[in-house]
């Protein structure tokens, strides 16, 4: 298959180098040996958040019940609903009988009343409301039941294979389960939906604010209140599963996923994530290469409405490398796929970047189309034919 291939050297000496990874057989006996940094838990795993290179696991492809880590699904559907328009933050939601019967935590919704997709996602996303989890998978999906379909195809959709949801909460069902690093990379694809945060890091806040059933939310996640850098994600806890966190941090340009699962106390959760998160601020750093959403090359259709059409990084893109270790220039390359046909839409890829070091990949990030691209009108066809013969008389 032909493909247009554009090659961009970002051969700067400012620009770092390389992707490092600690893991699998790249890890030196000494590394193995030393860092043991969840030794309460039963699973748990670190990645950088734009690379998704592991930094440290123990026992990461363990199936395990997730618990209320199972929102992380729920939310990044809900984030997507609302990335294509099918959702609306200000959208009033009726709450069914269902929705304001689920136990465990809740932000005590009653049936029939009316709530703000804002106000539920911060329900879910602070307080790990159960009924607010429920209300907006109805909501989506038309059933609790349907959402968690979508929610399976997702898992599928991610290729991860150790993961099986049975509903939107995280309460105790059969074959239920996830691992530690399925988690981590679902958290990694929530990420993409940067707002999120605006959310999971909010410490304490109120709903129905002023009124009879004021509720006070307060985060699960007590790290948000004391790791600096710490701005989501999602706790867990039941007798069976324990007690879960999957935490993100941001410090300079890096991003770090920490997922810790099946620890007896929350102490021992807490500081398995802390010391998990300072190891990696301690010995790690990235650059930069390009953000989300910036536009990394552009395409001219005469067959477009627009002829114009701008390729964007779907995420952040940046390399990786372990502190004080010497860096080299890296080069990208950007391919399309000459398959492309209209319409397309907003989000739709168009191709991929590849970072490389030497004829080493380093990653390969999917490149997307900026808006929608609709088939140039017949009027608009026609005055870009009379514009080429005028050119060419």
């Known amino acids: 298959m032909k493909k247009y291939i554009l090659i961009s050297s970002l051969a700067f000496t400012m620009l770092f180098a390389t992707t490092f990874s600690v893991h699998g057989e790249e890890k030196s006996k000494s590394d193995k040996n030393s860092i043991n940094l969840a030794e309460d838990a039963k699973s748990a795993i670190l990645i950088e958040r734009d690379t998704g290179k592991k930094l440290f696991d123990k026992n990461a492809h363990e199936k395990l019940p997730p618990a209320s880590m199972t929102k992380i699904m729920t939310l990044l559907l809900i984030m997507e ?42 329900g879910i996303a602070v307080a790990s409301g159960n009924d607010a989890s429920v209300a907006l998978a109805e909501r989506i999906a038309g059933s609790e039941e349907a959402f968690v379909e979508k929610m399976n195809n997702k898992v599928k959709e991610l290729k991860l294979k150790n993961t099986h949801f049975q509903n939107t909460t995280g309460l105790p069902a059969e074959d239920h389960y996830s691992t530690s690093h399925d988690m981590a990379i679902i958290a990694k694809e929530l990420l993409k939906y940067e707002s999120i945060t605006e959310y999971t890091s909010l410490y304490e806040d109120y709903l129905r604010k002023g009124e009879e059933n004021e509720f006070w939310l307060v985060n699960t996640n007590k790290l948000v209140k004391f790791y600096p850098g710490v701005d989501g994600l999602k706790t867990g806890f039941t007798n069976e599963a324990k007690y879960c966190l999957t935490a993100t941090a941001k410090k300079h340009d890096m991003r770090v996923i920490a997922v810790v699962m099946g620890a007896d106390k929350p102490k021992e ?52 490398h372990k502190k004080g270790e010497s860096t080299e220039d890296i080069t990208t390359s950007v391919v399309l796929d000459d398959k492309l046909s209209l319409p397309m839409k907003k989000g739709e890829q168009a191709g991929k970047l590849i970072v490389n070091k030497g004829d080493k990949v380093l990653s390969e990030t999917p490149l997307v189309v900026e808006k929608d691209v609709q088939p140039a009108s017949y009027l608009t066809l026609f005055k870009r034919s009379v514009r080429s013969l005028t050119k060419n008389r």
């Open 81 to 122: 609903a609302l990335d294509k328009g099918d959702l609306k933050k200000d959208e009033m939601i009726r709450i069914s009988e269902r929705a304001s019967s689920m136990g465990g935590s809740q932000i005590f919704l009653e049936a029939g009343e009316e709530m703000s997709v804002n106000d539920l996602l911060k």
């Open 269 to 320: 959760r807490n500081a398995a994530i802390s010391n998990m998160l300072d190891y990696a601020f301690n010995h790690f750093e990235t650059k930069n290469l390009f953000e989300k959403g910036q536009t990394i090359t552009n395409l001219k259709d005469l067959k477009a409405e627009n002829k114009n059409i701008n390729i964007v990084a779907s995420q952040s893109i940046s390399t990786l």
